[in-house]
């Protein structure tokens, strides 16, 4: 089992553990004297976390459907997680508003077609209706809460496809 399998594949317990140990390491400098945590290592810590989940859960439902992927659809969805990636982190260190912009749009981007590949994955269809893609949108956005509701979704997922050792 890969690394990808065990991030989604993991008890909700720990992404939500993993949420709360990232905002608490930012607010523990306001409570402890002394101790030092900067803002972007927080936001960056989020960040990379938020994003891999979001790519493990992408990239495994596009192999449990490899009938609907096609090589221009594999490099727009790499491309998308390399642009939310970018623009996050020229955010975190130009503050600028036109990356804000960009990562913005990337993330949410980024977060619809991990969305949309767990669908497709389940109704093995390659086109449905953009509300039925709505509710795990908003599941996988709010991921500390939505990945206790994903969860059973995702052992389905990650039982019926093959594994595979590489990442």
Known sequence: MGVRERTIGAHPIFTTLAYAVVFASGA???LIPGFSVSSFAVTTALLIFVLWWNW??????REATPQFSTPLGNLFGRAVFVLALGGWFALLILANNAFMFLAGIGHLVSVWIAASALVKSELKQDWFPWWSVFGTFLLV?????????????????LNRQPHSGAN
């Open 56 to 61: 493990s859960l992408y990239s495994l439902a």
């Open 28 to 30: 523990l400098p306001r």
């Open 141 to 157: 956005f709010y991921l500390p809460i939505g990945v206790w509701f994903l969860h059973s979704r995702l052992q389905r997922l």
